[in-house]
């Protein structure tokens, strides 16, 4: 069974993603062994400079790195990342986890992702041009990993 890993900076502070998030992994089970790893957002000021914004994206992308998995394939999420369709993005799900058992996406704070992050991804994910609350993008990823494994395996969720 492969394993799945999702590193996202940042609690949970909804209900509803943290349901929807919940119900994702638990599905997930039939498929893959699933873990979240949450990585504390670094604090800054209200109007934060432009170096403050540097160093807080520097600060969560070294924590983020100490916790990547050893011998994972590491995909981010980030806006210069490949967008993909469902059928396509199971494709790649597929074609990596006959070479790896383990995957690892990242997902950054709400300044984005270090570059040292970035440049450990053999493939960058992208939902594409519109900004979406780092939180509701878990969910969404979470939907997609499973709805991924469920095209894979020729299930009915996928219409």
Known sequence: MINVTVIAVGRLKENYLREGCGE????LGAYA?????????ERCSDNPSTGEIQSVIKKEGE????KIPKGAVVIP???EGAEYDSRDFSAVIEKISLNCSHICFVIGG???LDDGVKSLGKIKLSFGKMTLPHQLARMVLLEQIYRAFS???NSKYHK
């Open 24 to 27: 994702y992994i638990k599905r």
């Open 33 to 41: 062994k699933v873990s979240v790893i949450e990585i504390n957002e």
């Open 63 to 66: 924590r983020i790195i100490k």
């Open 77 to 79: 999420l980030c806006i």
């Open 110 to 112: 709400s300044y984005g």
């Open 151 to 153: 095209i894979s395996n």
